[in-house]
């Protein structure tokens, strides 16, 4: 471990679906928010089909933790009236971030299609966002080329849309090797991004669940880290190479100069919270009034 800084640190969940999950969402609260984040986001399903769950789950939050909280929105199956609508509630509610996506497509469709009366792209939407003036807008990135994409210049060149549209950051897709992200922040240095640019980070807890994800957005596996995931699973030492793993490329991101990480947590806090402890981010405060 270097000497560095101990970074500030953000936390993606997702909305709970059941009774089973809701518990699971606040035990995973209540074990990541003692690191005190900067804020905390909630996903949407596939296609918006968590969208009233998503919108409960940040109200909720906001409410009873104190925790900043960033709601994601989305493009998909809304008119531009219901979107907006939805991001007034959340500044009425005192929700002022919002993660602006365009969104995944509903499951068993062939690709995203725009709602008739809706935003066509993420672009759009952060430009209607950016109107109100009532948000801070984050948006995402891919360090590794968009399944959808012609080349990674053409996602760079869309990046730089969304951040003059609007947006003041954005946080990447999860990637696996330290390299990858900074030949991607070059590149968006390059192209005249200045926004903050986090490095999206994702513990690996459960292996066969990783590879559908990086085959579904288009995130290389080193062949290292397949074989030993491969060999860990037969072992069943998976966690503790997925703490080693997660905590190494944390700390070759920090030595080169990156000063903030977010992570997915799939509502699964503890290998989080252990590559927290790792990189000297340790408890600060305790979380009040939740249940």
């Given amino acids: 471990m270097s000497a560095h ?3 500030s640190v953000s936390f993606e969940f997702f909305p709970p679906k059941s009774l089973q999950g809701s518990f699971r969402l606040w035990d995973c609260v209540n074990t990541l928010a003692p690191l005190d984040p900067s804020f905390v986001s909630v996903t949407y399903g596939a296609g918006g089909t968590t969208r009233q769950l998503t919108h409960e789950a940040v109200a909720t939050l906001h409410d009873a933790t ?3 909280v960033a709601a994601h929105l989305t493009c998909v199956d809304a008119t531009k009236a219901e979107t907006l609508e939805i991001a007034e509630n959340y500044a009425a509610a005192g929700v002022t971030e919002i993660v602006a996506l365009r969104g995944d497509a509903p ?3 062939d690709g995203f299609r725009p709602h008739p009366d809706g935003f066509a792209s993420s672009v759009a939407l952060i430009g209607a966002l950016a109107d109100t003036g009532k948000f801070t807008i984050r948006v995402g990135a891919y360090p590794e080329k968009h399944p959808e994409a012609s080349d990674q210049a053409a996602d760079i060149a869309f990046l730089k849309r969304k951040i003059d549209a609007g947006a003041t950051s954005a946080i990447t897709q999860f990637f696996f090797e330290a390299d990858t992200f900074f030949r991607f922040r070059d590149a968006c240095v ?3 991004i200045d926004a903050p640019i986090l490095p999206g980070i994702l ?4 292996w066969a669940g990783t590879q559908r994800f990086a085959r579904a957005c288009g995130t290389a596996i ?3 880290i397949h074989d030993a995931f491969e060999n860990a699973t037969r072992d069943g030492t998976t966690d503790l190479l997925a703490t080693a ?3 190494e490329l944390c700390d070759d991101l920090l030595r080169g100069g990156v000063e903030h990480l977010h992570f997915y947590t799939l509502n699964r806090p503890e290998l989080t919270r252990d590559v927290c402890h790792a990189l000297g981010v340790t408890p600060k405060v305790q979380l009040q009034n939740v249940a």
């Fill in 190 to 192: 390059k192209a005249g």
């Fill in 222 to 224: 080193p062949q290292v």
């Fill in 66 to 68: 104190g925790l900043k």
């Fill in 107 to 109: 499951k068993g469709s």
């Fill in 5 to 7: 800084t101990a970074p």
């Fill in 245 to 247: 793993v997660a905590t």
């Fill in 203 to 206: 513990p690996v807890e459960n």
